[in-house]
């Protein structure tokens, strides 16, 4: 890859969902840091979180929406966000070989990794784990779930 271009901007985070409420929350000094009674009831020494504050019901259709974590749900809004404010129409990016996908995360979802792990405990064994846990227990699921649905081929990458 010899260069990249950034063309449009989306963002789901605990300060806003979208451009302008991020920027007033900037602008007002406003942290998304708050007390979490989830992690208090799990007996968590630290009980502040940067919680999203989105109800993703049916934002995302159900056929794509069921193998995605969280953060996978975040991530596809903001591109989604994203090639809106870029102005770019499907044909331009879609089975386009020139364009790419960088998408980082930390990981994969905690919670579904130990559902998965536990699952497979089960009597069920490998059975009971099921094909949507896999893509959103995996490291690479936020990838995944952007460019499979977005169809970015990712080719530049694998050069």
């Not at 994203?82 to 020139?98: F, K, S, T, W």
């Not at 893509?135 to 169809?151: I, N, Q, W, Y």
Request: with cysteine.
């Amino acid at each position: 890859m010899k260069r990249a271009v950034i063309t449009g901007l989306g963002i789901v985070s605990s300060i806003g969902n979208n451009q302008q409420e991020v920027l007033a929350s900037l602008r007002e000094g406003r942290s998304g840091i708050t007390f979490s009674q989830e992690l208090k009831d799990a007996g968590m020494r630290s009980q502040v979180w940067g919680n999203v504050k989105l109800d993703t019901t049916g934002l995302i259709d159900r056929k794509v929406v069921r193998f995605m974590s969280d953060a996978s749900i975040y991530a596809y809004l903001s591109m989604e966000q994203a090639v809106a404010d870029a102005g770019l129409a499907p044909e331009v990016y879609q089975n386009n070989p020139r364009v790419g996908l960088i998408a980082g995360s930390g990981g994969g979802s905690p919670k579904f990794q130990v559902f998965g792990a536990d699952a497979m405990r089960s009597p069920r064994g490998l059975k009971a784990v099921g094909p949507y846990v896999v893509t959103k227990a995996m490291a690479s699921g936020v990838s995944a779930c952007l460019a499979t649905p977005f169809k970015i081929l990712w080719r530049e990458l694998l050069h």
